[in-house]
């Protein structure tokens, strides 16, 4: 038997059954070399930041996990805030966890340079994707219910 989480196909269901259950989803994302270019090779990465202001739209908490000294918080804030993205916290745990904090995160998905960010993204995109769609056709569906006599 394959492992079921190497299967985007699984991973995004996965994240969409979370979703119903609770629909906040966290997402967690590192900074440098994620969202800015830390060495200065001029990178892009307007990719992720444009997931970010989707996830955001989609109402999801969104945590800056980084190893990045808290002297750098602020400017990690501003730089966010200037693309559009509004953060909800930095290396804090976003929800009180049944079996204590103990410095691990919790989230949904993570998007980092060095953990498989190609994967995550296409991941997190098929679902803001999917969900903008299931959203869409709902509002049609109300909408039609609504006019029939």
Sequence with gaps: MS?????QKNAVMRLYNEYKKHPKLIVA???????FDYHGGGE???RVLQLLKDCKRHNFYI????ASDPSRFDEMKLFLSDKGIKIDSINENPIPLPFGNHKKIYYNILLDDRAGLSSAVDTLETFCFLLTKIIVCAIITHEYIKRRP
């Design 29 to 35: 994302v590192d900074f440098d070399d994620t969202c």
């Design 3 to 7: 492992d079921p989480y190497l299967s």
């Design 44 to 46: 892009n990465h307007e």
């Design 63 to 66: 945590v800056v996990w980084t």
